[in-house]
């Protein structure tokens, strides 16, 4: 397999021991299906239509009609799928995070009482937020995570932290520069403005717990707003 980006039309041979070896344009490694062109169009596909199947299960075989005891089951049997891995595969192209969000728009519209609203008064009645939102935690999580080396990836090989003496919050961090879409949207680079915005008790928070939960007292909709701006 061939990982070629933009240059999808190059074609490439190898051998082992003068034995070629037959080439695939996608491959499945722990669930998350690679793509060849660097796109997880494929995979988005898969857990989508995964994850609807199951929703229509839940409303089928549940007999109690309690919102909250459906989206409960939702959030329980469901939203694992959507989520799971995100933070390599997490989409940038708006088709990609509509069809993802579709998910849970269709399965709250689908609870009583909740039929005739929007969409964000649906969240806001079920206490929840967007499946859009939760990635980008997600992201800001894994972030914590590498750069308090409470996971097994060096810091050093994805991060580099500068120093910055004035408007820092301690961990600010370089962006790299970037060619393609892909580059622009991979992991390391499509959170940092957001990052780099936090404030300084929530970067610097002593455990996990502690910065998802400075993190969700933050209007967070907002910093994503300057952060994209900066972009």
């Known amino acids: 397999m061939s990982f070629t980006g933009r240059n999808a039309h190059i074609s490439y041979k190898y051998s082992i021991n003068n034995y070629t070896l037959s080439c695939v344009s996608t491959v499945t490694d722990l669930g998350i299906i690679l793509s060849s062109d660097l796109t997880f169009d494929k995979q988005?596909?898969?857990?989508?239509?995964?994850?609807?199947?199951?929703?229509?299960?839940?409303?089928?075989?549940?007999?109690?009609?309690?919102?909250?005891?459906?989206?409960?089951?939702?959030?329980?049997?469901?939203?694992?799928?959507?989520?799971?891995?995100?933070?390599?595969?997490?989409?940038?192209?708006?088709?990609?995070?509509?069809?993802?969000?579709?998910?849970?728009?269709?399965?709250?519209?689908?609870?009583?009482?909740?039929?005739?609203?929007?969409?964000?008064?649906?969240?806001?009645?079920?206490?929840?937020?967007?499946?859009?939102?939760?990635?980008?935690?997600?992201?800001?999580?894994?972030?914590?995570?590498?750069?308090?080396?409470?996971?097994?990836?060096?810091?050093?090989?994805?991060?580099?932290?500068?120093?910055?003496?004035?408007?820092?919050?301690?961990?600010?961090?370089?962006?790299?520069k970037f060619h393609s879409n892909q580059e622009r949207y991979f992991f390391r680079n499509r959170c940092i403005n957001i990052w780099n915005m936090l404030p300084q008790n929530v970067v610097c928070a002593s455990n996990l717990s502690l910065f998802n939960t400075r993190l969700n007292a933050l209007d967070l909709n907002s910093i994503i707003c300057r952060a994209s701006i900066c972009c």
């Not at 988005?44 to 409960?72: G, H, N, P, Q, T």
């Open 44 to 176: 988005i596909d898969k857990v989508c239509c995964k994850a609807r199947s199951r929703s229509a299960m839940i409303l089928k075989c549940f007999e109690s009609r309690d919102k909250f005891l459906l989206f409960r089951a939702f959030t329980v049997y469901v939203r694992p799928i959507l989520e799971y891995c995100c933070n390599v595969w997490s989409p940038y192209r708006l088709s990609d995070i509509k069809k993802i969000e579709s998910v849970q728009r269709l399965f709250t519209k689908k609870l009583i009482g909740l039929k005739d609203i929007s969409y964000p008064d649906r969240l806001k009645r079920l206490e929840t937020e967007s499946l859009e939102m939760r990635r980008i935690k997600c992201d800001l999580a894994m972030y914590f995570k590498i750069l308090h080396e409470t996971v097994d990836i060096p810091h050093c090989t994805l991060f580099q932290v500068r120093v910055v003496r004035t408007r820092s919050n301690g961990l600010t961090l370089y962006k790299d």
